[in-house]
Nanobody
Framework: QVQLVESGGGLVQAGGSLRLSCAASGRTFSRYDMAWFRQAPGKEREFVAVVSWSGSMTYYLNSVKGRFTISRDNAKNTVYLQMNSLKPEDTAVYYC??????????????????WGPGTQVTVSS
């Protein structure tokens, strides 16, 4: 069982930066792939980024490549999402998700077993 809690959301102007954090409970954090998803008003939840259990593999939504960086600190049971050059279209509730690691990483909601409650990110133009 893993419990996830996101933090770091807020209001920022276009071009600004935010760093989201996701703190996980449990002693087996290093056995989980971790991902970030987001859901904008009136839209479906979409994949943003994923990092493998070791941090050696990452994958991003095309529209955030070069602007967002996912990372993890297994000693602190925490995964991060550094978001730079933010755009109004990045406005959404951002969710952290976890799943027991497998050979391949997943970019679909159904591939994840545990979810945080989400944190709001609002980017003003």
């Amino acid at each position: 069982q893993v419990q996830l809690v996101e933090s770091g959301g807020g209001l920022v102007q276009a071009g600004g930066s935010l760093r989201l954090s996701c703190a996980a409970s449990g002693r087996t954090f290093s056995r989980y792939d971790m991902a970030w998803f987001r859901q904008a008003p009136g839209k479906e939840r979409e994949f943003v980024a994923v990092v493998s259990w070791s941090g050696s593999m990452t994958y991003y939504l095309n529209s955030v490549k070069g602007r967002f960086t996912i990372s993890r600190d297994n000693a602190k049971n925490t995964v991060y999402l550094q978001m730079n050059s933010l755009k109004p279209e990045d406005t959404a509730v951002y969710y952290c998700a976890a799943r027991a690691t497998r050979v391949t990483i997943s970019t679909t909601q159904g591939g994840y077993d545990y979810w945080g409650p989400g944190t709001q990110v609002t980017v003003s133009s």
